[in-house]
């Protein structure tokens, strides 16, 4: 895993400057602390800086990698897990000098050209430099695991791994978008293509882009199947079974040290099972997981009990306040994420990440497996509003006009999540879903906006865009509806940034088997019974791995890898969240009014209300404006 930064220059006259690109790159040293490289091509146009994490072929395979008549250079961040058939397909026309995946990239772009993703299997973000050909080449996976940014001047395009060596460059202007900050605070994040600066672009996953000048635009190399494959029950396990495990398999190709993070969930307890298997024995698979003392936001206990089943070299991590400054640690977070991020799972997700980077280099992680399989609760709730009867409908809008009534101001008990529930369904499946999905709601948004600032922001086009995206595709149930929408925008916009930064920041690599996109795909093609059955989502990942793992990974309640923030906002962040959010930019900025936001405040803390998600996304957002290098709205 590594990053890199660069800029290629189409104007005639003008060249690269590889001086800027070394100060670009010097702000990824965490994603690659093992070897540094440069590049400027021969007619100075093209100037590439890289930063190396080195896990196979550490001796030779050193970037950016040039082709033998240096007429095509590389730069490549990520794994190619069919790099070894490649090899062999490519061997008849290329002599290879590494034994590395990076090398293969090379040979396949002289044989395929603008074609080459299409052959990939893997993780990946890359820039391919031509001499000949005079253009670059930009190019990201299939699923979004990598992220690959640009910004497109009139002369030239810069591009980076992370948006802070974009920002590094002196003509990158750094200009908060107001769109984008609707977008934000409607879903928690911001969708590629578009980013929380004007100008400044994410290549959107399963995209490709050759640059020639300032018209240049992505396109895309690869989709998602639509409809539902027909397929019997025992053939659906078994080609789970066999796509999942291989996928694995593939995964553990390494030359440095290799674990898995378990949280005891089915996802990374099937990767630390079939892990074991494939290791033999003699293995010793490390497994690692983090929790809190508060028991919702606990998994050490069923972590620990897929370790002892399959007896891995497990270890543990306390999250505990009082051994870290928590507004400290959200600044420090805030500045490996570069926009506003509003998972709260970030934190532990980086910290545990951490614990991991002390033993190994790459870890296995079971992230995908809900998007594929169908595993989150808003999956079954839409499955049964598109099944229920009219007198199970009334029953259930009845029952939640009472549970409205006495169900208590905190979002993870039954009856609030039963009002939630009847709350959509009333609307078309689209609308429905955003509900669901929502931080804030348009009309909420224009009880905390300020006038002029909810006008230019549009905080009507979240929506819009959410439904439009839904109601593409063709598929026979709305579980496979949800499926891609979360595919498309939730998991690579929201879950996998939230891995990469986290892992990055700390140098370790994160491989996801649930990711693979042959995986993914025949997930998502699998009929809904296979997916959601008797009230539990991922029915097929029981049916397949079922007797190799404790019955509990089956059959307890579903928890995500979350944390206590409304502890946090009552307590350790009290100050910082009334000082951030009233004394702070976002109102002194005309963005969002004071009054409304100290009502939403002085709710949650009194217990009032529970806003702990949309109260996390402001303190996020406003901490970030705070120390961000912007001096422009």
């Not at 299409?118 to 890359?126: T, V, Y």
């Not at 508060?294 to 002892?308: G, I």
């Not at 570069?338 to 614990?355: G, K, M, N």
């Not at 002085?602 to 957002?621: T, V």
């Amino acid at each position: 895993m590594c990053g890199f930064a660069g800029e290629y220059v189409f104007a005639a006259t003008g060249r690269a400057d590889p001086a800027v690109v070394e100060t670009m790159v010097g702000c990824l040293g965490h994603r690659g602390p093992d070897e540094a490289g440069d590049f400027l091509s021969d007619d100075g146009c093209c100037a590439i800086g890289f930063r190396r994490l080195a896990v196979i072929d550490p001796e030779l395979s050193h970037q950016p990698m040039s082709a033998p008549d240096g007429l095509a250079v590389v730069a490549f961040n990520g794994e190619i897990y069919n790099f070894r058939a490649l090899r062999e397909e490519l061997s008849s026309g290329w002599t290879f000098r590494t034994r590395g995946d990076t090398e293969v990239l090379l040979a396949l772009w002289r044989r395929d050209g603008e074609a080459m993703p299409e052959k990939l299997s893997g993780m990946f973000a890359f820039v391919v430099y031509d001499a000949r050909a005079g253009g670059l080449f930009l190019a990201r996976d299939r699923l979004g695991q990598k992220p690959l940014w640009y910004a497109m001047l009139p002369d030239r395009v810069v591009f980076a791994s992370e948006a802070k060596a974009l920002l590094a460059h002196p003509r990158v202007a750094c200009h908060v978008d107001p769109r984008a900050v609707a977008f934000y605070l409607s879903l928690g994040y911001i969708p590629a293509p578009m980013s929380v600066w004007r100008g400044i672009a994410k290549l959107p996953p399963a995209h490709c882009m050759t640059v020639s000048d300032s018209s240049s635009e992505p396109r895309r190399y690869w989709s998602l199947p639509e409809g539902s494959a027909d397929i019997s029950d025992d053939d659906a396990v078994e080609r789970v079974r066999e796509a999942i495990s291989a996928a694995v398999e593939r995964r553990m190709v390494a030359d440095v040290p290799l674990g898995a993070l378990l949280s005891g969930g089915v996802d990374s307890s099937i990767i630390t099972t079939l892990m074991c298997r494939a290791a033999g024995s003699a293995g010793g698979v490390k497994t690692f997981t983090a929790g809190f003392a508060d028991s919702e936001f606990d998994e050490r206990p069923f972590a620990a009990e897929v370790a002892a089943h399959l007896g891995t070299d497990h270890r543990e991590l306390l999250i505990a306040p009082s051994d870290f400054d928590v507004p400290a640690l959200l600044d420090k977070l805030m500045s490996q994420y570069d926009e506003p991020f509003a998972d709260s799972s970030a934190l532990p997700t980086y910290l545990v990440c951490r614990a991991a980077r002390e033993h190994v280099t790459v870890a296995l992680t079971g992230d995908g497996g809900d998007e594929a399989f169908g595993g989150y609760d808003r999956y079954r709730a839409m499955r049964l509003a598109e099944t229920m009867g009219p007198g199970r409908w009334l029953g259930i809008r009845a029952a939640a006009g009472l549970a409205g009534l006495i169900a208590p101001h905190d979002e993870r008990s039954r009856l609030r999540r039963l009002v939630r529930f009847a709350s959509g369904l009333n609307e078309p499946p689209a609308m429905q879903y955003f509900i669901y999905r929502r931080l804030f709601s348009p009309e909420q948004l224009q009880f905390i906006v300020e006038r002029e600032f909810a006008a230019e922001a549009g905080i009507d086009s979240p929506r819009e865009w959410f439904c439009g995206l839904y109601e593409q595709g063709d598929f026979d149930d709305e579980i496979a509806y949800a499926q891609r929408h979360d595919l498309l925008s939730y998991l690579p916009d929201d879950l996998l940034v939230k891995a990469d930064i986290a892992s990055m920041a700390n140098s370790l690599e994160l491989r996801s088997p649930m990711l693979d996109h042959e995986v993914v795909s025949l997930g998502l093609s699998l009929p809904a019974n296979c997916k959601v059955r008797r009230r539990r989502g991922k029915a097929i990942l029981r049916d397949a791995f079922g007797r190799l793992l404790p019955e509990g990974v089956f059959t307890r309640r579903k928890r995500g890898f979350g944390a206590p923030i409304h502890d946090w906002l009552r307590n350790e962040l009290r100050e910082t969240l009334r000082e951030t959010l009233l004394d702070g930019p976002l109102v002194s900025r005309d963005w969002l009014a004071r009054v409304p936001l100290e009502r939403m405040i002085d709710d949650h803390l009194a217990g009032k209300a529970d806003h702990r998600h949309r109260l996390w996304a402001l303190l996020w957002l406003g901490r970030w404006m705070s120390r961000s290098v912007m001096t422009n709205v």
